[in-house]
């Protein structure tokens, strides 16, 4: 008999403390992030599409067109072309795309350039209404960062400019294989007296 | 006008018009009701509910109302067609026609009757038959299961609501809704009567097939229970009359237990509405707080325990006012 009181005032008790949880939820506020409103910062560590590092003292990319990417890129995702231009020591990329609809994410291109060129990227918002919205050109990407950054911004070479730069490397080349011609026929009759 | 009240009378003019406020309350009061539950709902699970279709979603059920009046009205093969027909219509009518008697101010009741209470808790009886012709005309065994269990758990807690509302009523001496509210001018009853309160919160829920007492829409058990073979508009009129009806029981409990229109600065209306959906977030309140109670346990429940207690409030009730 008594139990029967005592289940009802313990059962009434356990229902208001109930009751108690959920109104103090109803005034928390709400957890969720309104994906396309609002924006979360990514951990350091999140691995997002790979892009071009801009280099703190030269203010623009390392890459050098070894073409290392493109060749251990398992899905055989990136197409880059570059030249050396005159009066620099290496190659430069002139163009850099990277098919991301088909990226895998796996990090090989990171891991294996010899300049450490690429860095993970922290953008998650990468929706698009078609397949060709995720083919990123890095370049590109490159000028937008360092224009938000405030750096001065790398120039994209045109096509006259590459054909412009190829031509004065070759004849830049021919230059001084015809020199060194020249200086081993001056050797050679010196050489041919001495005998 | 004047020819309108010239040929209906004033009782008829009033009639008329109380009808056309009446649909037009229901109908803003479904919309504003599914959005609010979506609201209460989200936040007790610390989420937005919608926020696309206009200010934090608020022309959300309208969107909603225009996919279901394009939905298909699919009728199964061999259903009883008289029947399945009429029983969407059968579970709007009663609930439309309890608010005849429903006082919103002092001046506001469509027809102010001297049994007033009883007409209310008498057609809502009604609705049981309705939930019975729905799930026997489906043609399907987890309908007819579903409306069973449904008018065992209704006749279940008609008693202790039948009793609940005696004990109150010992208390005025009448049944008329403003006799009722006139008698709270002292002290409100949810004072003098706590337990009735609680008992009448806790039947009512279980008469609207709410949480957690939803045996038998069992959203996730009987597919959708009763009205599972209900497609397009015949499901909106279900979904209306479920929320019509939360509406009827919250003014009832108003009128009962909280003072009915009364209150100090703000006009009468408002004070009965803040009532009324202040009632109704304690039935959401429930709904997202508590499990589905299981069907043994819900009639359990209500003959063992309710019953009992509300018969014990009804003596003491009677010895006050016997004593007095």
Known sequence: MMTYFKDILSGFYSLLAGMAVTIRYFVKPIVTVQYPRQKIEMTPRYRGYPQLIVDPET???????????????????????????????QKRATKYIHEH???????????????????????????GYRREDAVIDHLVLLQHRQYAAGLPVTSIP?????????????????AKAKAAEKAKAKEAPAAEVKE | MEQLVQTLGSEGTKMVVGLIAVIALVSVNALFLIWMERKVAAHMQLRPGPMEVGWHGCIQTIADAIKLMGKELITPEDVDRPIFFLAPIVIFLPVLLSFLVIPFSSSWIIRDM??????????????????????????????????????????????????????????????????????????????TQPLAFILYIICGTAETNRAPFDIPEAESELVAGFHTEYSGMRFALF??????????????????????????????????????????????????????VRFDQLITFAWKILIPLALVNLLITALVMKLR
Not at chain 2, 159 to 188: E, H, N, R, Y
Not at chain 2, 267 to 278: D, M, R, T
């Open chain 1, 59 to 89: 203010h623009t990319h390392r890459c050098i067109a070894c073409e290392m990417c493109s060749r251990i890129c398992p899905s055989q995702l990136i197409h880059l072309e570059g030249t050396k231009f005159p009066g620099e020591k």
């Open chain 1, 101 to 127: 609809q088909y990226c895998s994410l796996c990090g090989l291109c990171t891991e294996v350039c010899p300049t450490g060129a690429l860095e993970y990227s922290k953008e998650y918002r990468l929706a």
């Open chain 1, 158 to 174: 045109t096509e006259a400019e590459i054909a412009a730069a190829i031509a004065e490397e070759a004849a830049a080349k021919e």
């Open chain 2, 114 to 191: 001297n049994v007033g209470l009883v007409l209310i808790l008498a057609f809502s009886t009604l609705g049981v038959l309705a939930i019975l012709m729905a799930g026997w005309a489906s043609n399907n065994k987890y309908s007819v299961l579903g409306a069973i269990r449904s008018v065992a758990q209704n006749i279940a807690y008609e008693i202790p609501l039948l009793v609940t509302v005696m004990s109150v009523i010992l208390m005025v001496g009448s049944f008329k809704l403003t006799d009722i509210v006139a008698a709270q001018s002292g002290c409100w009853f949810i004072l």
């Open chain 2, 239 to 292: 979904f209306l009359a479920e929320y019509t009806n939360m509406l009827i029981v919250a003014a009832v409990a108003t009128v009962l237990f909280l003072g009915g229109w009364k209150g100090p600065f703000l006009p009468e209306v408002i004070w009965f509405l803040i009532k009324v959906y202040a009632v109704i977030f304690l039935m959401m309140w429930f709904r997202w707080t508590f499990p589905r």
